[in-house]
């Protein structure tokens, strides 16, 4: 702050050549950079003390390790909170855009060429296959011993929502 013809006001201490070399707005910066002086003179005087100083610095320090470890595991345990919601978010969309895009008609393909690699060609053929919005009906018979596999392998396909069990069991085949 100034007087009227440019001179400083009492009280007023700058380190420069005048007026002109104050920084812009640091007018009542002066009380500031008091307080904060007297504040780090107190921590010094508290934590250099001959008598006590090195106690209170060793305090000091654990604390601070304290706070730092504890930053560390919050950190840790947000990221991986963060990276499992994430995945399962994911993992969600993914199923959704997948069940979404497949139909009727290519669920009950797959089925078919998966009933190929499980069964032979002759028994394929006796099994009807159903399929609307995704839920599957499998009607005919099955040698006892592929029945598990062919459930497997139909229940993974991607967009079958549903499966309903049909098949009759007949006793294990000569194959």
Do not use: C, K
């Not at 008609?105 to 099994?127: D, N, Y």
């Amino acid at each position: 702050m100034e007087t009227q013809d440019g001179a400083p006001l009492p009280g007023a201490i700058w380190w420069g050549a005048g007026p002109e070399s104050r920084p812009s707005g640091a007018a009542g910066a002066g009380p500031m950079l008091w307080s904060m002086g007297l504040l780090m003179g107190a921590a010094a005087m508290y934590l250099l003390d001959a008598e006590n100083g090195e106690r209170r610095r060793a305090a000091v320090a654990r604390r601070v390790e304290q706070y730092r470890a504890e930053v560390e595991r919050t950190l840790d345990r947000e990221t991986t909170q963060a990276r499992e919601r994430l995945r399962g978010s994911t993992r969600a969309a993914l199923w959704r855009v997948r069940e979404r895009f497949v139909s009727d008609e290519e669920i009950a393909r797959e089925i078919t060429a998966r009933m190929e690699e499980v069964l032979p060609f002759e028994e394929a053929g006796l099994i009807q296959v159903t399929v609307r919005r995704g839920h599957v009906v499998l009607e005919g018979s099955i040698a006892e011993e592929r029945l598990n596999r062919l459930l497997g392998r139909v229940a993974t396909l991607p967009g079958v929502r549903g499966l309903e069990n049909r098949l009759t069991v007949r006793a294990s085949s000569t194959r």
